[in-house]
């Protein structure tokens, strides 16, 4: 098995792969104050800056840039010191403020934190320290000594308190580095120089020491040697032993002469000395014994930073090379490499003892175990109290130290051992129970009370069984401490804290038995149990069935309680609930029905049973809740009609609940049943619910019951807001009947909702004496023409001018129509007009004289009017058609008069005169109507002219549209006669734009003609031209190109580009051509006439560079390459050399775009064009003109024309670029494919890139070059992201050998890395088995272990897997991974120390039944070794089942201590297969906790007698006195029968005893039995039955007895009551002089009169209680 080493070495960091260059790794530039922060002051260009790094997260680290000559870093804080000059600051990083600056008068030499809040400082002559706190200037402590003069300051030191102060130097001298420090006392304020080169203080507590000592210990490496020094500083403490000064040499190799210390630092927490060398060494040495440990080489570098290591009490440092390395004690290992290695077992004792360290069990147990033999008790307590891992603190230890007796007047083994225990801290669970069972017995108390504030007992379920019978609350305490939730409960209930049992409970996540909790509370308090009972359902989730508790409550008839409590637990109106609801409101309808009907009221519950709570509620005379919960139509009738019980209000907004058809028919009962008293509630019900009852069946509900009164309420409540028409006409109907004639003119007048002719027909055959309502009724809704021959039949021709006078003198002219109507006189008719006057609307007048034929008959009136000066167009209108009808001077009329209606009048025209028509039209602008008659009558040219006028456009649009049919002749008559009337442009203008909007081309053409070329005013219009060249070439192209060559003043650009839009491309050419606009006239031919032929010859003809270019992008995009780079030269374009390069590249033209670039370049010094033309050189093989062309100076992109090269395989020419521009990793994979491989790899070197090493590395392989792929490698797999893929690449290539090569070759590099490590492991698993234990014992620590572990499953490899899991801390998969193939994987002792590990504590068992099968014999130590951690029950059970209880029987006595219930059963057996009855009772008295009447049982038909005597001690050792009793008379054990009655302290079983005695004829049993059970025999029964026996000499010595007794105790209360009469007669003789010469004293009217109750008089003798429980009061009470 390969060597345990007792440090733990591990690499954190490399400083060079954060970035930091190595240069800047050094003393100077680099500081570590902490593990928590390293700084390093770099330069990077012109700049410095500071980079920290924090080691929590060191791939982030701070860069700052700052100047200074020294930065280092506060010890635990993002707090940085910095120093330029003589000026020092201090600043915060997070806050970005500076905390404090000074200015020091000398330059500092060097500076460190000495603790959070101090730099030290030491400058050339003194050494300062500087608070951090407020604004304190630096302190000076000490002038430096003259011995450092010359020397470099490398470290500054002090004590925990500063009470010693450490200054430590180096120089040159004599071809050696000399180590100088000054120690100085800050009490005594001396100095003392020593030669050393490196030191550290400690605090180390010597064994019988109160107080901690000051050690301070330095290692110098002088001419002599070198040599180690621990010496206590100061005056040792009070009390204290002084520290024996050590001096050890320090071993310095052969091959490292000018080595010297450079570190130190001192483990608090292991009490070890680490200490550095220079050239990389490390010593371990012990701080009490400077014994020397361990030495090794951890670095091939200086450390020349180190600080203490918090996280392991180990030292950290930084190296030359920028490794990051710390060392630790390796706990698991120390002890027994010093055991075993060392060969010094005192030393291994003494670190395992002061460290708590394991490995040193055996000296613990052997140096016991001699102690013990030799009666040394104080001395093996002390060493099993002090053994590491508490592992002689063994129940056997206990049992041990019991067995040895106590000399006489000295204190016990016992508890020496455990004075032992409690001097050094707690006590485990078996020491505190084997300490308190004694203290108990001897009723100290205290003591444990003592304990257990101190914290020195471990609380355990046993340990508070033992307690409580002598002090619950004590005991409530340690079951508390020890976490049993039952035990807890308990004793909250026996000591009535209920309040603390839910909040325990809850806490634990017990779930005790509350409802067995809740009837005990009962039992004390109904209102405590009422809190506890609602504590319990105060969750989400109640804690108990609330069913059970509400029987808790019913079964003591806790009504009150019980309501209180359902009404907490069901606030949340749970559906599962609907029970309890049920349940809650039964019992308080039938005991309190005020607080069903609150609950009820608060509407809390909708999940109970409504049918049975309705039917509780109404016999409760609650019919209001009972109707809220009926559902059925008969109990509702049943107990709605009694409006007189309910509250109206509710009773209305019930009905809201019900459906329609049960509204109704609750309605009609309750009418039916007293429609006096319910018809008001009925009416309200009716008005709320109208909508949803519907009105109809209202109105007929009232009519049916005849009860017009409650229908006009009804109605009355809901016709104003109401739009149904039978709804007023039902309230106008019985407003009629109840006389409310007031109401019904008031509804005819405002309701715009009833029926008029209805109502007009009822109030017609009502005969009401007032008809103001049939008047409303027929001037509203125009049925004045009926109400006029109803008044004027009727004889009622006063209210027809009451009408037309007082109601609605408008409405004269319809009047005037009925009376014309009947016949009236026509002086009546014109009385009434005149009468009214001007009230009315003439026209409508007009109209109605007009329909029969009566105008003439107001020509008088209309002429009066008019002489009044009457402007009323009515007026007029009818005066102009009495004009025309009688044919006066009409057309005159029309002209000359401005009042009367165009429109009107025109309209009567039109069939009497279309030409008065047109007069009466074009006086008003009446468009439309005058077009009608226009084209009805085919008076064509008025309309023209009249249009022309007009200048409507939207007029136009309408008669140009094509659903004219009258559009021809119209057009022809604007174009012959309108327009050649007419002077004025706009009327030109609006006329030609009309034309155009109507879409009329070949109209508007023929006008145009006209217009333009017919020589008018209007020929050279501009516009004019314009407008009809584009007519033409919309509607007619042929005539296009004799317009284009007639007229000259059109815009030829915009005609010309819309003629090409039209594809009128000639016409188009034609206009370019005629206005010489050559470019474009050559697009025209490129783009639309498509023919280059053509463009050529007129490109030719025009010899313009513009026509030559767009001549060469048309060839271009015909891909014409050679004749569009021609036509380019000719054009002298360089412009377009994009797509020239795309398109020749594209057809590879090369030598042609040769020409073209060598032209543009002249041209154009642009990068593209001489990329490209580079390109083209390498296309034509021209490489010499290639190189010529880059080594002078130009734009182009060299290194994006070698890519390019490179991807199209011109790897010559690539070459010569990547040369050209130094792209080294480019050149190198450029030579790979040339087959050059050194070169490659020799330009990978320079290219010094990750991806070209890869490259050229896997075509190193491909081609079987595995030299120079292994060089290259090796720069690969320092990368731990590409490490995989090069794996992948040998692997899949079968190059096993030489990838393992490799790799074995990169351990040895700086930058290693941890998949380094992992992916060669994985590869030993794979193809080197043998080799791959070797290498984890190694570097287990430098390997991700998750992943071996896969792969060593894989190659099973088992001892190797459990090996992993050990280091991984996954001892349960080791555990089963050493059962699966113990052959190969599973030793004894590893086993052993893993399985006390694992957090699965099923892995327990398995570990049994594994060792029971492979390894029997060792089976009860594994059990030992898991006894703390096993569940003891269940391995009882399993071995048990097993039948191998007798195998583990060792195991079980080990065990039984524990008083566990399984242990002792299982012992008990076995003793009893042993009939081994002394052991079983020895048993059963230690330990109670078995089934002791099963065992009684099991015992009681025993063979052996002694069992069956056992078992009566069982039965009466549980109370079952007179079961042991008949035992024992049946194998007749008289002593035990009369010992059993005796402590039974039943006077039956005494009695039977006796009599059973006198049966048998045992008359000195009898004898001794009656002093056996005196206590409990009664005298006279004892008597009796010696006389009747004739044996009263063995009764009388027992009779004599009793007659003593009996005598004493009369003594006794004769005395007493001769006391009691004189203390009586002296009180009655003090009180007597308080009633002198007083009245008569009224005794017998007592305390009713309203005098208090004399306090003097004491209540009156009662006599003694029959049993314990009375308790007597006095009276009064």
Known sequence: MAQQFPIRFQEHIQLTSLGIQEANIGFSTLTMESDKYICIREKVGDQAQVVIIDMSDPNNPIRRPITADSAIMNPASKVIALKAGKTLQIFNIEMKSKMKAHTMVDEVQFWKWINLNTVAMATDNSVYHWPMEGDSQPIKMFDRHSSLQGCQIINYRTDAPQKWLLLVGISAQQNRVVGAMQLYSVERKVSQPIEGHTAAFAQFKMEGNAQESTLFCFAVRSATGGKLHIIEVGSPPTGNTPFTKKAVDVFFPPEAQNDFPVAMQVSSKHDVIFLITKYGYIHLYDLETATCIYMNRISGDTIFVTAPHEASNGIIGVNRK?????????????????????????????IAVRNNLAGAEELFVRKFNTLFGQGSYAEAAKVAASAPKGILRTPQTIQKFQQVPTQAGQTSPQLQYFGILLDQGQLNKYESLELCRPVLQQGKKQLLEKWLKEDKLE??????????????????????????????????????????????????????????????????????????????????????????????????????????????ALKNNRPAEGALQTRLLEMNLMSAPQVADAILGNQMFTHYDRAHVAQLCEKAGLLQRALEHYTDLYDIKRAVVHTHLLNPEWLVNYFGSLSVEDSIECLKAMLQANIRQNLQVCVQIATKYHEQLTMQSLIDLFECFKSYEGLFYFLGSVVNFSQDAEVHFKYIQAACKTGQIKEVERICRESN??????????????????????????????????????????????????YVQKVNPSRLPVVIGGLLDVDCTEDTIKQLIVVVRGQFSTDELVAEVEKRNRLKLLLPWLESRIHEGVNESATHNALAKIYIDMNNNAERFLKE??????????????????????????????????????????????????????????????????????????????????????QDPEDISITVKAFMTADLPNELIELLEKIVLD??????????????????IKADRSRVMEYINRLDNYDAPDIANIAIGSELYEEAFAIFKKFDVNASAIQVLIDHVGNLDRAYEFAERCNESPVWSQLAKAQLQQAMVKEAIDSFIKADDPSAYVEVVSVAQSHDNWEDLVRYLQMARKKAREALIETELVYAYAKTNRLADLEEFISGPNHAQIQQVGDRCYDDKMYDAAKLLYNNVSNFARLAITLVQLGQYQGAVDSARKANSTRTWKEVCFACVGHAEFRLAQMCGLHIVVHADELE???????????????????EAALGLERAHMGMFTELSILYSKYKPQKMKEHLELFWSRVNIPKVLRAAEQAHLWAELVFLYDKYEEFDNACLTMMAHPTDAWRESHFKDIITKVANIELYYKALSFYADYKPMLLNDLLLSLTPRLDHTRTVAYFKKMNHLPVVKPYLRSVQSLNNKSINEALNGMLIQEEDYNGLRTSINAFDNFDNIAL????????????????????????????????????????????????????????????????????ECFAACLFQCYDLLRPDIILELAWKNKIMDFAMPYMIQVMREYISKVDKLQEAEAVRSHEETTSQEQAQPLVLDQGVLMLTAGPAMGMPASSTYSAPYAPQAPYSGYNAGGYGM
């Open 753 to 802: 909702c009833y029926d008029p002719e209805r109502v007009k027909n009822f109030l017609k055959e009502a005969k009401l004496t007032d008809q103001l309502p049939l008047i409303i009724v027929c001037d509203r809704f125009d049925f004045v023409h009926d109400l006029v021959l109803y008044l004027y039949r009727n004889n009622l021709q006063k209210y027809i001018e009451i």
């Open 459 to 568: 609380c355990s379920e046993e340990l508070g069984d033992l307690v409580k019978p002598v002090d619950p609350t004590l005991a409530l305490s340690v079951y508390l401490r020890a976490n049993v939730p039952i035990k807890v409960i308990q004793c909250f209930a026996e000591t009535g804290q209920f309040n603390k049992i839910i909040l325990y409970a809850r806490k634990v996540a017990y779930v005790p038995d509350y409802v067995l909790l809740l009837r005990s509370v009962m039992r004390g308090s109904a209102e405590q149990g009422l809190q506890f009972a609602q504590m319990l359902v105060t969750d989400e989730e109640p804690m108990a069935d609330i069913q059970q508790v509400v029987d808790v409550f019913m079964e003591s008839n806790l009504i009150q309680q019980c309501t209180s409590f359902l009404l907490d």
């Open 897 to 982: 008069n401005p009042y009367y209606d165009s429109k009107v009048v025109g309209k009567y025209c039109e069939k009497r005169d279309p030409h008065l028509a047109c007069l009466a039209y074009e006086r008003g602008q009446c468009d439309m109507e005058l077009i009608n008659v226009c084209n009805e009558n085919s008076l064509f040219k008025s309309e023209a002219r009249y249009l022309v006028k007009r200048r409507d456009p939207e007029l136009w649009v309408h008669v140009l549209q094509d659903s004219n049919q009258y559009k021809r002749p119209l057009i022809d008559q604007v174009v012959q006669t309108a327009l050649t009337e007419t």
């Open 1015 to 1032: 020589n008018s005013v209007f020929s050279d219009h501009r516009n004019l031209q314009n407008l009809l060249i584009l007519t033409a």
């Open 1285 to 1303: 893929e090069l794996d992948d690449f040998y692997q899949e290539r079968g190059y096993f050998e030489e990838l393992i090569q490799l790799l």
């Open 322 to 350: 920028g490794q990051v390395l710390s060392v630790s004690v390796e706990e698991n290992n120390i002890v027994p490499y010093i055991t075993n290695v060392l060969q010094n077992p005192d030393l291994a004792l003494r």
């Open 1496 to 1563: 009684a049982q099991s015992l009681e038909k025993h063979e052996l007698i002694e069992f069956r005597r056992i078992s009566a001690y069982l039965y009466k050792g549980n109370n079952r006195w007179k079961l042991a009793v008949e035992l024992c008379k049946k194998d007749r054990l008289f002593k035990d029968a009369m010992e059993y009655a005796a402590e039974s302290r039943d006077v039956d079983i005494a009695e039977a005893l006796i009599a059973w005695f006198l049966e048998e004829r045992n008359y």
